[in-house]
């Protein structure tokens, strides 16, 4: 069965499996009550290898939100795109120059609800392994490649707490290789992880 075929039945059960997350868990802790929400969507693209890695960047350092962290390619879906699923795409191509055509859509993950405004849905595919891949120098500084089991498995993942307007939120973060993956993109992997069958075989 080819990685694609694999990961399209895995979030198929999950989604059939597993009830609606926690509330805690598809959206920022920081959000109290109900607040106006943008549609947004994010590509997690997987690379087609024997040990299948995911593909991340690391935003720019000159950017007003954001600045330096790592994130899938995405963001803001325009009135233009069809639906979330083209706008991922659109967005992996401005910023990485990834072809939408290179990616084999797998389906969607759960939706995160961010504190700066955004429901974001995240879009996985597969893709050829070894794209001559570039970084749009304006809001990327660099990409680079994680193996997706390293990013899935639950022993990686750190639940860390900071106190926001005199409460306690927790978040999540992944350190590999020197880079810390944390916030939004840490919390839409620790859901796909769930989705994915990998928190329960770690149970």
């Known amino acids: 069965m080819t990685l694609a075929l694999r990961l399209r039945a895995a979030l198929e059960e999950g989604h059939r499996r597993a009830d609606l997350l926690p509330l ?3 959206r920022d802790p920081r959000i109290e009550g109900e607040i106006a929400l943008a549609p ?7 690379t087609d290898r024997p040990e299948p890695g995911l593909i991340l960047t ?3 350092t000159a950017l007003r939100k954001h600045a330096g962290q790592v994130a899938f390619p995405g963001g803001r879906v325009d009135p233009s795109d069809a639906d979330e699923v083209a706008g991922a795409l659109r967005e992996a191509q401005e910023e990485i120059a990834l072809p939408p055509d ?4 797998i389906g969607i ?3 995160y609800q961010t504190f700066t405004g955004f429901d974001i849905v995240p879009v996985l595919g597969v893709i050829p392994p070894d794209l001559p ?3 749009q120098e304006s809001e990327v500084a660099s990409w680079f490649e994680v193996p997706l089991a390293f990013a899935l498995d639950p022993a990686n993942r750190i639940r860390r707490e900071v ?3 005199g409460a306690m939120r927790a978040y999540y973060e992944i350190h590999w290789e020197g880079r810390r993956i944390w916030g939004i993109t840490a919390a839409i992997l620790a859901n796909l992880s769930r989705r994915l069958g990998h928190d329960r075989l770690a149970a």
């Open 163 to 165: 106190e926001y307007a």
């Open 24 to 26: 805690s868990d598809v």
């Open 133 to 135: 891949l570039r970084a």
């Open 40 to 46: 947004a969507a994010v590509l997690v693209a997987i």
């Open 109 to 111: 993950s759960d939706r």
């Open 102 to 105: 290179q990616v084999d859509l």
């Open 58 to 60: 690391e935003r720019s």
